[in-house]
């Protein structure tokens, strides 16, 4: 009884769909690791998104890729573990939280350090981590019962732990450097963090007067307002035309401070008048030189970026509005020579969105140079991260190379605070420059560090101090296993297998986690590294909030579904480290790639259902596999299937991913869908043989299993679903837990699936032929295929029941010469088959030949047109390159359609 047969719905409903299965994984812990079960390892870290984030396209294709990769390795019998987790986000939570304060009138500064961590932390309960709920949307296989956060009790430890024996080692200290600071933040910033834009400003030239009156040195700068803490003028000691005024003094304008002529060869003579102001406090090459020649460092500016009282009557004054008035002071008492436009690069917050201000401060800093030498001879002694693509390695080696001292403190209050203890007692109950201090795990440990030298009096303050996210995130790929202590799961799953990122973080995590590592673990944290690129709009521009063109992945979730924008991403994917065009069309919010990736996902549940309806109720392992009895057009899809196998694994181990999704869906919508199911309906009928009947409906269901099987990495929901009703398994089992097909080499026959080529280019060119003809789908047609290739007319024969059936052909004759030229025919040619479809009685030839002289009249008529367009050089000069191009081809796609309307023509006359 039909009623009686598992079947899926007639429509596909991806959105009831996938809540289904994302709720069934978790709650029935599908993806839960267990290192005691043993067997190989195989384990990633989610690279924790912010705390304070939200989906983006680049979450939706890195994270994609990854649980590509986690449902491969795990379908491939591996002992598997994927860790979810998140970042505390110091910066965004403060600018988020100082946002919130604002609106209350208030200020963090009103509030205790306690309330406004109390603020912190109910937030991030309440309404911190939408982006995990967001990121659960795409399906993921992680173990969430291992969900981590950088500030929670275990990775707080590690952070703890890492700290001390780093600074106990000599690799941290504190110290009164230039640091990087963002006014908007109030914070110090890593080099890092620093984003360079080009900007068009402008270059102001000023005189500075020689103190012996005897004239003046010409300076130019892009920073007027850093000039009230000028300490110096520098030129270059091979620049012959300041040779004579070195060691000479200035009167420096404004202040009236005088300032020596210094050389140094850091001074570029080209650049402006090769004289330029030596600011140590306020430039880091001023700085350098600033420390080269023993220069004062004056600092004019407050850390909100507006000038302190050093600056005199600008004191108070934004610094770009003290800008604007030291050039007008300048212009108004005769120093103001010109100004220039001038675009350069300007720093700014990565963070705050504003221009870092190069300022001296007390900073805690690690030491780069000893932890980058580690992952260089891990790099050099075959140890390393493998990259994929390869060319990043030398991007990671060159950075490695070029690293500065990293200053790990911030001026913020969410984050881990700095494990530093100050003998406040000892300087006013203030912490100053000369503070002592001690690095301890707890405070009980820095007062018992503290008591032997201060006495029981001593009065403790910790540092306020927090460090850069980047230091915790640093110590992800371990300290989520469990480091400092020794556990199960450090030792089972670690080092981690590959990490999927982008490369704009190759600095700012990748390198610092294998630095962390190689101090902490003695090993790498992962083996593989791989690299994607982003996914940039419809105009091929980056995606940015400033822009404002970014495209929200949950908008295409909802509307095509989770599995088709994810296979859209991948399948997009050129090749590993390309940058993707995301096709979509701002008026409709549609995407002509994800509706692709929907219609796919369609053909597959469509397919499904055809398959199922035709199993007499049975599953896959009840019909048994198709071993015996096999027609040609079995042991063609069985070829084609292993084939297939054999490259959508190939791709996965080398990270091709790309190519893999496009080999998965030309086998499955072409050979399956539109060749194989075609075949094979006139054996699934009721009334057919049975013992073919059955061989056809082990075959066909054996196939259907397999394909759900190497796509469920990449569309998990539809293939799970499908997969269910298919094998009639009940909750029990689960497809993400099923082993991924082997490669059979045997069932492989590359000749068959020549041969086979030749049977469905002929049939293709029979389906045109009827289609030109006008030849209705009922009415059947004699076809002659004409080859003097021996070898292709036994192929011909041994098809014939494919020819017939697919092609709708009555009779057809296969053979090696024509007796005689048929009148009135269509032919085309396949290799070296010709293909004549007789018309006489078939179609009236009459209305065919106007037909065709109609359709000829238009498209020279277009042609006319389009040439007319090409011969006018006003097109062709000012119309822009791809316009011409464009019409060209179109010029040759018409050209050869009139050739082909020319030839049917001759054909029937």
Known sequence: MTENIPNLPTQYEPQATEAKWQKYWEANQVFKANPDKGGEAFSMVIPPP???????????????????????????????????????ASIAVHVMLERELQKEGKTRQDLSREEFLKRAWEWKENSGGAIVHQIRRLGLSVDWSRERFTMDEGLSKAVITAFVSLYEDGLIYRGNYLVNWCPASQSAVSDLEVDNRKVKGNLWHFRYPLADGSGYVQVATTRPETMLGDTAVAVNPKDPRYESLIGKTVNLPIVNRQIPIIAD??????FGTGCVKVTPAHDPNDFEM?????????????KDGTMNEVAGEFAGQDRFVARKNVVQKLESEGFLVKIEDYEHSVPYSDRGKVPIEPLLSTQWFVKVEPLAKTALECLDGGNSPQFVPQRWTKVYRDWLVKLKDWCISRQLWWGH???????VSETGGEITDSTPFVVAGSEAEALEKLLPQFGTNVKMLRDPDVLDTWFSSGLWPFSTLGWPENTKDLDFYYPTGTLVTGFDIIFFWVARMTMMAGYFTKTMPFKDVYIHGLVLDENGEKMSKTKGNGIDPLLMMDKYGTDALRYSLVRDVAGAGQDIRFQYNRD????????ASRNFTNKLWNASRFVMMNLDGKSPSALGKPETGLTLSDRWILSRYHQ??????????VYGLGEAAKGLYEFVWGDFCDSYIELVKSRLAKDAEAGSRLVAQQTIAHVLEGILKLLHPFVPHITEEIWHTLTQTGEEATLALQSYPEVDSKAIAP??????ELLFETIRSIRNLRAEADVKPNVKAAIILQTQSETEREILIAGEIYIQDLGKVDSLQVTSALETEPEQTLASVVGTVQVLLPLTGVVDVAALRSKLEKKLAKVENDMKITSGKLNNPNFVNKAAAEVVQATRDSLAELEKQAEILRDRLRQLS
């Not at 409709?588 to 509706?595: C, F, H, I, L, R």
């Not at 000749?751 to 086979?756: A, N, P, R, W, Y």
């Open 644 to 653: 297939v196998i054999l490259q959508t694994r190939q791709q996965i181990e």
């Open 50 to 88: 912010n705390v304070t984030g939200s989906l983006h396209m680049g979450h939706a294709l890195g994270q994609t890729i990854m649980d590509i990769i986690v449902r491969y390795h795990r379908m491939n019998g591996k002992n598997t573990l994927w860790v979810p987790g998140m970042d505390h």
């Open 290 to 302: 600033g420390k080269r020649h023993q220069l004062p460092f004056i600092n004019v500016m407050n």
């Open 751 to 756: 000749q068959l699936e020549q041969q086979f």
């Open 265 to 270: 060869e850091f001074v570029d003579p080209a």
């Open 588 to 595: 409709t919010d549609e995407s002509v790639a994800v509706q």
């Open 417 to 423: 605070q700095i494990p530093a203890w100050y003998a």
